[in-house]
């Protein structure tokens, strides 16, 4: 029985060796000096600007709601269009909700002027 989960304890070791071989030496070899400059927080290597609890708009949702749907129709229907005439009118059938879905969705976006804005 210990010959099943072997590798996935060496795993789980090497794993640990190395994040404590990471902290060691970033403790190691990271800078001594704190300043104020070096404290403050920045994101993508520009300083910060706003109030950090400053809310999205709901276009930034609506955007990504965009993507998800595009995305999933991507994923989902070449390889169904690939197999529909192996599939039959039963393969039709079955697909037939998720595009239901997919075109609730994407009338929701059309109705809250979400394209006009990509």
Known sequence: MINTYLPILI???IAAGFVATMLILAIILGPK????VKDDPFECGTVGSGNVS???GVK???VAMT???FDLE??????W???LKELGWHGFWVMLPFL????VGLLYEYRRKVLDVL
Do not use: D, G, K
């Open 11 to 13: 795993l789980i070791v």
């Open 33 to 36: 000096n704190v300043t104020e």
């Open 54 to 56: 400053q809310r999205h």
């Open 60 to 62: 930034f949702y609506l």
């Open 67 to 69: 993507f998800i749907v």
């Open 74 to 79: 991507i994923v989902f229907l070449y390889p």
């Open 81 to 83: 269009a690939i197999q």
């Open 100 to 103: 239901v879905i997919l075109t």
